[in-house]
């Protein structure tokens, strides 16, 4: 996790601002999951925090007691982490990484990674996870992706990044898969939601730069020719002067350790 958290750092400033927030019914369900975690007492470990745009989201749903943990490697991002949040959110960040979670044995209630899970060797995450999380705690796979089948401008935007970005560090995963096979864990959920929204498309574009892969498209045409491309890409999409409709599948899949 650790050799890819310079990723990031030229993004870190709006990351939060352009990224998309994640649908409150989601928020929901998985603090559902915590709280029903029998030693309702420790901590929530959010891991590969970024600038705790999804560690803020969770806390008002979870109870007060438990403390929320933001565990990101990257220096810049955890900067921005903790001025982006206000102190009476409680919550802490450090640095970290999912191979090596700073967290005694047994000592979460659950362990989330939102939007993250594919930087890390996950092997040894989910070694790790068993290992600070109690029994009955939850390990929490949460994501979005582009919904490239049924939102016409993400297909676009994928095919565009594909021929004109960075290489693609990691392929998409099956999470479903890898919980189910995990040894130690059971009882797997998944929830799922589609959402199409509406964007700016400024902030179309700024969505577009934070990905990682964009950074070849600003290497090859500069940032003003990186968001000229991509602003001639949205225009066809346009609902109206200044909007675009982009699509996304918000998931959550979860199991709880076994005793």
């Known amino acids: 996790m ?57 806390r008002p749903a979870l109870p007060a007691a438990l403390r929320l943990l933001g565990v990101e490697p990257g220096a810049a991002m955890r900067a921005q982490a903790l001025a982006e949040t206000p102190a009476e959110a409680a919550i802490d960040y450090v640095e ?18 939102a939007t993250a899970a594919h930087w890390f060797d996950r092997p040894r995450f989910y070694a790790e996870a068993r290992r600070v999380l109690a029994p009955g705690g939850v390990l929490a796979i949460v994501e979005y992706v582009r919904d490239a089948e049924q939102s016409p401008l993400a297909a676009a935007l994928v095919a565009f990044i594909a021929e004109h970005g960075s290489r693609r ?11 189910r096979a995990l040894a130690g ?26 990905s990682s892969h964009a950074a070849g498209l600003v290497e090859r045409r500069g940032e003003a020719g990186a968001r000229e491309a991509l602003r001639e890409l949205a225009a066809p999409h346009r609902v109206d002067a200044e909007h675009v409709r982009f699509g996304y599948l918000f998931q959550c899949i979860t199991v709880r350790r076994e005793a």
């Open 96 to 113: 970290g990484s999912a191979e090596a979670i700073p967290c005694d044995d047994s000592g979460a209630v659950a362990v989330v990674a």
């Open 169 to 179: 560090a990691y392929v998409a995963t099956d999470y479903r898969g890898e919980l």
């Open 185 to 210: 864990f059971g009882a797997l959920q998944y929830f799922g939601l589609r959402r199409d929204l509406a964007l700016t498309i400024d902030r179309f574009i700024g969505l577009a730069l934070s």
């Open 2 to 58: 650790a050799q890819h958290s310079g990723r990031y750092d030229r993004v870190a400033g709006n990351y939060s601002q352009v990224r998309p927030r994640y649908p409150d019914e989601l928020v929901a369900h998985l603090a559902a999951l915590i709280r029903s975690v029998p030693a309702l007492a420790g901590l929530v470990l959010d891991i590969g925090s970024g600038t705790g745009a999804f560690t803020r989201q969770l």
